[in-house]
Every structure is written in structure tokens, then in C-alpha cells.
């Protein structure tokens, strides 16, 4: 599935969208450049998860946990990581395979390490300064 966004909102909108219809266990792997929107997109899926904290990005912590909502979100930016195993030593597993959703930036870096139910989304900048999110699989059918 392929969806085109405009501005930062209909990022935030696409991500309420996707996370309204995610489960326990489910894990999105996020790639594109920087700015592209990865943390905006995540801002949408807490709000739809009902978090009610405010998302930034967890470059310095690698994980945020968020409680509270229908399920917990764990946002990982694992940008400054060498690689998959630094990815396993910071016990990822133990949330990849919990009861919450989590979301992974800048996934292209531990892909080994991911579930193979995995949703990737891929982040294209458009010329126009739009978006282009490529979503794939996409187990929960069409988004209105």
C-alpha cells in the first residue's frame, strides 16, 4: 500500500489511521532520511494508542516506553547503533515479543533482528516536500 502525505499533519493523521488498527505484538519497522517524518508518524499512532505523553524521538535513550494507553508503545531510534547486535544486547527482544506495539526508526540497521511479521514503512521525500509512505505488508486491510 502506498499513501501520499502533504504536510506534518497528514503524516500525524496517516499515523492515528495505522495505529487505530494495530495489536499486541505488533512491530513497524520505519526507514527514510532524515526528516523525512519517522517521529511525526509515531506521534500519530501514540495519539490513536491513546498516550497521552508527548513523542519525541528517542535518539539518545534508544527506547522510550509509553504506558497508559490501549496498548503500550515502545519507540526505538536505533540510528546510533553499529548494528544488529547492539540492537539484541539492549534486550530488544523482551519488547519485539511483549504485548505492546513497537516502532522502530531507522530499522535498516537491526532488520536481522526483527520478527518476521514485521509492517515496514518506507519514508520517500518528494520533490514537492511531500511524502510518499510505502507500506508493506499491510495485514488490516484499506485505510480510510
Not at 530499522?107 to 518506507?122: C, D, Y
Request: hydrophobic fraction near 40%; proline fraction near 4%.
Amino acid at each position: 500500500m502506498t499513501i501520499r502525505t502533504t504536510c506534518a499533519e497528514d503524516t500525524v493523521l496517516l499515523g492515528r489511521k495505522i495505529g487505530a488498527r494495530l495489536k499486541a505484538g505488533d512491530v513497524l519497522a520505519l526507514t527514510g532520511p532524515l526528516a523525512a517524518g519517522k517521529t511525526t508518524l509515531t506521534k500519530g499512532l501514540a495519539q490513536a494508542l491513546g498516550v497521552s505523553e508527548t513523542i519525541t524521538s528517542p535518539t539518545f535513550c534508544l527506547v522510550s516506553e509509553y504506558e497508559g494507553g490501549r496498548l503500550p508503545l515502545y519507540h526505538f531510534d536505533v540510528y546510533r547503533l553499529e548494528g544488529a547486535d547492539d540492537f539484541a544486547n539492549i534486550g530488544a527482544e523482551e519488547f519485539l515479543y511483549g504485548s505492546g506495539v513497537c516502532v522502530v526508526e531507522w530499522s535498516e540497521k537491526v532488520r536481522t533482528e526483527l520478527p518476521s511479521s514485521t509492517i515496514f514503512l518506507t519514508i520517500t521525500i518528494e520533490s514537492d516536500g511531500s511524502r510518499t509512505v510505502n507500506i508493506s505488508p499491510w495485514p488490516y486491510g484499506e485505510l480510510e
